[in-house]
């Protein structure tokens, strides 16, 4: 029997952080058929509230040094401001959802990053998705919201990129789903020529992926969302797209998709 279809769509800081774009975001979200689940990142929000706490962002690669102070920031941040936002604004449209980190249900375990040439602090990188967890949420009729934070199973939360959490959630949910990622931003897609909104890249594959990234046309944000990509699509997942919402309704197909 071919497994029922999952989709798992991503938003990050440059929607969450526009009233207009995160509004019509939730209203395509809300009526995007199927289940589904909606992660969120915020790293945006956070830098802003520790700068109004005197507490300075320092970011390596894409990840944020995350020390005591700033895991304090971040815990108010994503699991609360911008969860509880996002779960309210999905309600008043009818979407049954609930705010989850990966510490609610066990949904989302992690290590502690070890340290190398970089101390990123309390930092997880994810080891284990609990496919069967999330899925009784789903069966239950809820859409669940994950903001970018996860445990390690002895008590600590740990600050988990947005992107890596899709990531491993599709891989792990495709245990039972035909999982497709949706990697919702401000532009329509990875740009040739990050100046030229229309040079949208519609088709990627690991060939021409190694290629875009020694050209450097892969490079800041989109590497998270790309590093593991091939890894994803090998260990189960359909299909990952990348383009601004309105690839979510079957109107628009200028975006990026990358297959195997
Ligand atoms: N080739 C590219 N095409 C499109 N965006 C790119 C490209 N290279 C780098 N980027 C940057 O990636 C950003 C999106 O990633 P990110 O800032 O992490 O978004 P979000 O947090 O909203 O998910 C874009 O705003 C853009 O500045
Ligand atoms: C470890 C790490 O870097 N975590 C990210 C989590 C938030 C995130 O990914 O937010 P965006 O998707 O909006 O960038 C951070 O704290 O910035």
């Given at each position: 029997?071919?497994?029922?279809?999952?989709?798992?769509?991503?938003?990050?800081?440059?929607?969450?952080?526009?009233?207009?774009?995160?509004?019509?975001f939730?209203?395509?979200?809300s009526?995007l058929?199927?289940?589904k689940i909606l992660?969120?990142?915020?790293?945006?929000?956070a830098?802003?509230?520790?700068?109004?706490?005197?507490?300075e962002?320092k970011?390596?690669?894409?990840?944020?040094?995350?020390?005591?102070?700033?895991?304090?920031?971040?815990?108010m941040?994503?699991?609360?401001?911008v969860n509880k936002?996002?779960?309210?604004?999905?309600?008043?449209?009818?979407?049954?959802?609930?705010?989850?980190t990966?510490?609610?249900?066990?949904?989302?375990?992690s290590?502690?990053?070890p340290?190398?040439?970089?101390?990123?602090?309390?930092?997880?990188?994810v080891?284990?998705?609990?496919?069967?967890?999330?899925?009784k949420?789903?069966q239950a009729g809820?859409?669940?919201?994950?903001?970018?934070?996860t445990?390690?199973?002895?008590?600590?939360?740990?600050?988990?990129?947005?992107?890596?959490?899709?990531?491993?959630?599709?891989?792990?949910?495709?245990?039972?789903?035909?999982?497709?990622?949706?990697?919702?931003?401000e532009?329509?897609g990875?740009?040739?020529?990050i100046?030229?909104k229309?040079?949208v890249?519609?088709?990627?594959?690991?060939?021409?992926?190694?290629?875009?990234?020694k050209?450097g046309?892969?490079?800041e944000?989109?590497?998270p969302k790309?590093e593991?990509?091939f890894d994803?699509?090998?260990?189960?997942?359909?299909?990952?797209?990348?383009?601004?919402?309105?690839m979510?309704?079957?109107?628009?197909?200028?975006?990026?998709?990358i297959?195997l």
């Open positions: 029997m071919p497994k029922e279809k999952l989709a798992i769509v991503k938003i990050g800081g440059n929607i969450i952080e526009d009233d207009s774009l995160l509004k019509s939730l209203h395509i979200f009526g058929e199927g289940k992660v969120h990142g915020g790293g945006k929000r830098t802003s509230v520790a700068s109004k706490l005197g507490i962002s970011m390596v690669n894409g990840r944020r040094i995350t020390d005591a102070e700033t895991l304090e920031v971040i815990t941040v994503y699991g609360g401001l936002n996002i779960v309210a604004k999905l309600q008043a449209l009818n979407i049954d959802a609930i705010g989850l990966g510490a609610d249900a066990n949904t989302i375990y290590e502690k990053r340290v190398k040439d970089i101390d990123y602090g309390f930092v997880g990188d080891k284990k998705v609990n496919h069967q967890s999330v899925d949420l789903i809820f859409t669940p919201v994950f903001c970018a934070i445990h390690d199973g002895h008590g600590q939360l740990l600050n988990t990129n947005a992107d890596t959490i899709t990531s491993q959630l599709a891989v792990g949910m495709s245990r039972i789903y035909e999982t497709t990622i949706y990697y919702c931003f532009l329509n990875v740009l040739k020529d100046n030229d229309d040079s890249i519609k088709h990627i594959n690991s060939a021409s992926y190694s290629t875009l990234l050209e046309i892969i490079a944000g989109m590497l790309l593991n990509c994803a699509l090998k260990n189960g997942v359909e299909t990952i797209n990348l383009g601004n919402t309105s979510l309704t079957k109107e628009n197909d200028n975006f990026t998709r297959t």
